[in-house]
Structures are given as C-alpha cells and as structure tokens.
C-alpha cells in the first residue's frame, strides 16, 4: 500500500528556502542527459497499527518490535507503541464504551538492531497505536503473534501491524455458516476518520446501509461484524475499505468454527500480474479468491512456482473473473509435498485484479487455516519479526529471473549472535530456506531480506504453533519496508531569480 512520507515534503521544503526556488538539474543545451540520480534517503517517521488481538478468555498474545540498521539513518529519535481508545466494545458495529486504554505500553521498543518483545492475555487488549522517528523508523516492523487454544477461531493467528492509508482491499472474506469475520479499524489521528465498508461477493455488490459513512474517533479503533453489514451468506467475498476523510488501518479478522482462523492483510494494489507467495508445502486444502474492480473481466493464467520450476495446476490451468464480481477457484492439495507460489498473469489483455489464497493444514478436527495476500515483492529490503527456533519457514520465490537474497538473523529477544545467509534463487522456482538462525539464541528474532541481484524476489514467513501434533500455524509476507525514499537530487538556480 502506499505510505505518506514526510521526509520527501522537509526535504523540498528546505531547498526552497534556501532562495526562494529550488531547480532540479536538467539536461544543458547540448542535449546530454546531465542529471544526477536520484538519491534514496532514509524516512525519517513510521507509523503502524495493530488491531485489537482477539475476544477469546483464552488468548495468549506476543508482540515483537524490529529495527534493522539503515545506513545514513538518524542515530537519535525513538519508537513508541500505546493504547488504542475502544470505539466499539461490543464488537457489532455499534458504538460501545469510549475511552477505555490501557496506559503501559505492553512493550517498549529498543535500538535498531535490536529485537524486543512483550506478552499479554486475555479478551481486553486493545489494538495499538505507534510511532518510530529518527533512526528507528526506517524499516520498523512490529509483529503480534496471538496463540488460542479452543473455540471460535482457534489456532494460531499472526499479522504484521500495517500502516495506515486511505484504501484497503480484503479478497478471501467471508459471511457463510460457521465463519465471524470482522473488520477493524484503527485511526492514528488527531481527527476523526469517515470509512466506507463495500462487500463485493458471486454476483457483484452486496446492499449495505450500515457500512456507509462508518465514523472511527481520534486515536481509537472499531470492530464491525459482517454478517452485521448484510444477511446475504457467502462462502467467498471481498472487502472494499475506503477512506473519504482521514486515514486508518485496516485489517479483517476471519474466524471459522471448524478451521481455527487468521488476519487477512490487504492484498497488493490491483494489478495485471499478482504473485502469492509461500504456500506450505503440506498445504491440504487451498481456495483462490480475486476480484476486479474494474469495469471488465480478466482472463489470468494460473501457475505455481515450484521447486523444480513454473507449472500449471492440472484442471486450473486458467481463471476467469468477471467485473465487480468475486470469484472463488478451490485448488486442493495444488502444492503436493513441495515449496509453492501461486503467480497469476494475464492470458491476453491485462486488467487489475486483487487475489489472495485460504491456505488449510492438517484434517479433520486438526484443521487450521491462513491467509497468503497477493504481494508486492521484496525490493531493497524486508523484514519479519518474531521468528522462532524450529517452527519458522522462510519461502522464498523468483517468479521471474534468477535472483540472490541476503538473509540476515538478528540476535534474540534474551540473547543470541547474528547470523547471515545468501542465497540464489533460480527462475520461476520457489524454495523453502533454511533461513539462519542466531548463535546462542535465546527468544525470538527478527529475519531481514535483502535483494542482492537479479529479479524481483517475493518472500512470506510461516510460523507454526507451539504443540507439534496440532497444524495450527499463520503466515506473513515480507513485501519492500520502504524504509528509504528517492529524493531528487537539486542545485540552486539563481537565474530563475533573475529572469
């Protein structure tokens, strides 16, 4: 999603004061490109949210804050995370009571480099507001990891605490029998934000009234049920969050009786080619759901980035989705025992489709699922938190070209060495890593991406749960942290003065 940088206005505000005008360099009469590059700065402030973690007695949460070390970067500043106000108690949509927060912080960041977590438990935390500046904003990611052991949505349920924007879109939602999936925002604001909910299913927009004009206080954050926004049951559906005044973040907690449950993450900006990256290779069950926006159908061709190199699914070999419409391809056991990446293109014309994948593990009462967001890729650097010993998988995918990744292990929570590890990736392949893992680990630890060569390299995460005999797990993908911004490089040019 796209993230508002207040570095880039600072920057071209404080060149204009030198004289009043600031010029970018420009080709001389000779024609010669004479430009100088762009220069990538680190940005100077972050913000991330985390949703409210859950409604269950039973629920165990860690959250866990990471800064890697950003060359050029501030050394002075800080990260702070505290409580959201509660703007919806009752978890239906209605307002309940304002102004419950929660004053300690459940932890407090440390130095970049330095990875720090904090536990609570219970049905009352609330979501999170934070903040990082100077040296700890470029790259701060903050994961919180809650772990339920029975009832609605048990399992385990994991998100990467996003930014806020203005547009969010959730394909992979759901109101059918035995699902409560909820949408919840959170303003970071010193306004009010004014949300609009849109649910798009099978035969196109869903009639809602109540998610129009949704009215989320300063500094607080809302849960609103769907099943509360329509009656209308549907297995597949997606959810369209639009800002008109303001900004929040946004994520959708789905809840399943008989499957445990996970946050769904927004998917990447609508776009022609899409890649859904990191499906477990023991994956029992797997359901496509996209949608388009637009006004026309778009046609993709549906492959999987295996080990060995692209195949296509026997049977799915393509995807039709018509305009406005959300539609659901269920895959099966589509990775069979290997490492796999879903990567949508399209078959003639390309048309912006948004798409994420229900991942299920194990059988019968065993049954745990997540979900994989179609992704943005990697880029210059990505970064995941809360990694621990023996229950991590890094997957890591080359759609395109060959490419080679750095990975670098940061030391634990209690203690523990970095450690690093390159890796090459060959062309249209996925492969299940063996990421590295810190000296004298003690906790959890923070894993840092890092591009090094080639094509765009696409990554995600699976943590699994603590019991070994129970397939309850979760899954992150690790997309660019934009942690630095192009600034254009600019001389003084004293003759528009003088003209």
Not at 33 to 41: E, I, S, V
Not at 55 to 78: H, R
Not at 106 to 121: C, R
Request: aromatic fraction near 4%.
């Amino acid at each position: 999603m796209k993230r508002t940088t207040l570095s880039l206005i600072a920057c071209a505000t404080a060149l204009a004061a030198v004289t009043g005008f600031a010029a970018v360099s420009a080709p001389d009469g000779s024609g010669a490109d004479t430009a100088a590059p762009a220069a990538r700065l680190p940005v100077e402030r972050t913000s991330l949210l985390c949703p409210a973690p859950s409604s269950s007695d039973l629920a165990e949460t860690a959250y866990t804050s990471f800064t890697p070390v950003t060359k050029g970067a501030d050394e002075k500043g800080g990260a702070t995370l505290t409580a959201a106000e509660q703007a919806d108690a009752t978890g239906d949509g209605k307002d309940g009571d304002k102004g419950e927060k929660r004053e300690k912080p459940v932890l407090q960041p440390k130095a970049p480099g330095t990875p720090v977590a904090g536990k609570t438990s219970g049905a009352d935390t609330p979501a999170l507001i934070g903040t990082a500046e100077g040296g700890h904003a470029p790259g701060w990611t903050v994961q919180q990891t809650t772990e339920v052991a029975a009832g609605t949505g048990r399992g385990v349920q994991g998100v990467n605490c996003g930014a806020p924007d203005t547009e969010f879109w959730f394909p992979g939602a759901g109101t059918a029998t035995g699902r409560s999936d909820y949408v919840h925002l959170t303003n970071p604001d010193d306004s009010a934000a004014v949300v609009d909910i849109e649910l798009y299913g099978k035969d196109g927009a869903l009639k809602t009234t109540v998610g129009e004009g949704v009215t989320v206080p300063p500094h607080s954050s809302e849960s609103i049920l769907l099943s509360t926004l329509s009656e209308v049951k549907q297995t597949d559906l997606t959810v369209h969050v639009g800002v008109r005044s303001g900004r929040v973040g946004a994520a959708v907690q789905a809840l399943d009786d008989k499957t445990g449950g996970d946050w769904l993450t927004a998917a990447a900006d609508p776009a022609s080619d899409l890649v859904l990256p990191g499906i477990p290779k023991d994956a029992t069950a797997v359901r496509l759901v996209l949608f388009t926006p637009g006004g026309t159908d778009a046609d993709l061709k549906v492959r999987l980035a295996s080990p060995s190199g692209l195949i296509t699914p026997a049977g799915h070999e393509t995807v039709h989705v018509k305009a406005g419409m959300t539609t659901g391809v269920d895959l099966g056991e589509v990775t069979r025992g290997e490492a796999g990446s879903l990567v949508l293109t399209p078959t003639d014309r390309s048309v912006p489709v948004v798409a994420a994948v229900r991942v299920v593990r194990g059988k019968g009462d065993e049954r745990e699922s997540a979900f994989i967001p179609a992704s943005d890729p990697v880029g210059a650097r990505a970064t995941v938190a809360d990694n621990r010993a023996k229950r991590t998988t890094l997957a890591l995918s080359a759609p395109g070209e060959a490419a080679q990744v750095k990975v670098t292990a940061s030391a634990g929570t209690e203690g523990g060495t970095p450690a690093t590890k390159t890796y090459t990736i060959k062309a249209g392949t996925t492969q299940n890593v063996d990421a590295p893992v810190p000296a004298g680990l003690k906790g959890s630890y923070a894993l840092t991406v890092e591009t090094v060569s080639g094509g765009p390299v696409h990554a995600s995460r699976i943590l699994t749960g603590s019991d070994d005999d129970v397939a309850a797990f979760t899954v992150q993908t690790l997309p660019d942290d934009r942690g630095t911004v192009s600034v254009p490089n600019a001389d003084e040019d004293l003759s528009v003065v003088q003209k």
